[in-house]
């Protein structure tokens, strides 16, 4: 069955950076891409970026752009979000979900459990 | 970037009524519309994809339709279980990928 699991959660000062991982099973990694997406407390959700598991291709949102980093590691299945510059309003749950290898083309079928990352000083 | 606002932002309805939620996009994206149900500290779940298929195991009180820029979710008869936020997202275009704002539903 398809797992997402990502990594613990953070507690990072601002102006400090993240690096949430999450962990891909049950399915082919370089046939998908994984897209990444947050939620602020009691706030929506909200889309951060993609990318494909395939190439390395990369797709993020503007507001995010300078900041945010997606990678991913072939060899152990899993895909990475950093975020640089940390700011109090960065603090969020932030998810991964599979994606298609074409930027958006799916609905998210499959989610990760979520990352808990809190910016305090 | 296309908006997507749904409406209405928070409902209360009774057990056994019929729900209607709204999504319209600021413009049009075919039928490449999904609905996510969140429960309170629960990861979101998708229940419909293009616009109107339901995902495997999602009850079928649970309908969707649309076109275009507007496009609906309808429970048909509300349970307990129900209660949540409901997320609308467009997807199959150009990024951002965005989501709807979120209706969070209630029993009255």
């Known amino acids: 069955q398809v797992q997402l699991v990502q990594s613990g959660a953070e507690v990072k000062k601002p102006g400090a950076s993240v690096k949430v991982s999450c962990k891909a099973s049950?399915?082919?990694?370089?046939?998908?891409?994984i897209s990444w997406v947050r939620q602020a407390p009691g706030q929506g959700l909200e889309w951060m970026g993609w990318?494909?598991?395939?190439?390395?291709?990369?797709n993020y949102a503007q507001k995010l752009q300078g900041r945010v980093t997606m990678t991913t590691d072939t060899s152990t299945s899993t895909a990475y979000m950093e975020l640089r510059s940390l700011r109090s309003d960065d603090t969020a749950v932030y998810y991964c979900?599979?994606?298609?290898?074409?930027?958006?083309?799916?609905?998210?079928?499959?989610w990760g459990q979520g990352t808990l990352v809190t910016v305090s000083s | 970037d296309i908006q997507m606002t749904q409406s209405p932002s928070s409902l209360s309805a009774s057990v056994g009524d019929r729900v209607t939620i709204t999504c319209r996009a600021s413009?049009?994206?075919?039928?490449?519309l999904a609905w996510y149900q969140q429960k309170p500290g629960k990861v979101p779940k998708l229940l419909i994809y293009?616009?109107?298929t339901l995902q495997s195991g999602v009850p079928s009180r649970f309908s969707g339709s649309g076109s275009g820029t507007d496009f609906t979710l309808t429970i048909s008869s509300l349970q307990p279980e129900d209660v949540a936020t409901y997320y609308c997202q467009k997807y199959n275009s150009a990024p951002p990928y965005t989501f709807g704002q979120g209706t969070k539903l209630e029993i009255k």
């Open positions: 990318i494909s598991a395939y190439n390395g291709n990369t």
């Open positions: 979900a599979r994606d298609s290898l074409l930027v958006g083309a799916s609905p998210y079928y499959y």
């Open positions: 413009q049009g994206i075919s039928n490449y």
């Open positions: 293009a616009a109107s």
């Open positions: 049950g399915y082919t990694f370089t046939s998908y891409g």
